[in-house]
């Protein structure tokens, strides 16, 4: 079961057809710890290994002293600072939440509630210099996934075709093995010539 479960999570190896969705599904289930909903400045970017370089984490557009919010109810796992930046580490059981740069407002062992703030953003130790941003994020045991999935973020994501049966073109002339062409294209669509790959 747990390993169906890990499946479901971005970045994650899976076993389980993209897109299945099963009753313990994390995804979407996080609220956004700024509000309004930020911009994203850098997405996820796994490493390629545990010890390699990526982005562990999205960096999200913020102001500085503004509220930074837990993203899901949880134990404070940890709050301080390391390397001269403050870090608050929320347990939510399987997955775990990391907020940085903030001026932590929470003590290792608190309860906080989906929403309920950690901490205020600061430009102390940050990495967006000189903009301010709130780094988060999102590890499934010691596994890093991308925070974005988990917050539902509403990106469209294309699935490979590959297995997939999709129907033949509708349209005469059209040479798109394997494309249909909505209704409402028709009449445009059937003056093109035929599309060569």
């Not at 932590?104 to 940050?126: F, H, I, P, S």
């Amino acid at each position: 079961m747990a390993a169906l479960l890990l499946a479901t999570l971005p970045g994650v190896a899976a076993g389980v057809p993209a897109g299945t969705v099963l009753r313990d599904d994390p995804r979407g289930s996080w609220t956004w710890p700024l509000q309004p909903q930020p911009r994203v400045l850098a997405p996820f970017e796994p490493p390629p290994d545990p010890y390699g370089s990526g982005h562990r984490g999205v960096d999200l557009a913020g102001a500085v002293a503004q509220p930074v919010v837990a993203v899901a109810p949880g134990r404070v796992r940890f709050a301080g600072q390391v390397a001269g930046r403050g870090i608050v580490v929320v347990d939510h059981g399987r997955l775990r939440s990391t907020y940085e740069p903030v001026l932590v407002a929470v003590r290792r062992g608190d309860r906080v509630g989906r929403g309920e703030l950690v901490g205020t953003l600061t430009l102390a130790g940050g990495h967006c210099l000189p903009l301010p941003c709130l780094h988060l994020g999102a590890r499934d045991g010691e596994t890093y996934v991308d925070p974005l999935g988990l917050l539902g973020d509403g990106r469209v994501r294309l699935l490979p075709l590959q297995g997939l049966r999709v129907p033949r073109p509708t349209v005469p002339g059209l040479a798109v093995p394997g494309l249909a062409v909505p209704a409402v294209l028709r009449p445009w669509w059937t003056g093109l010539p035929p599309v060569p790959w």
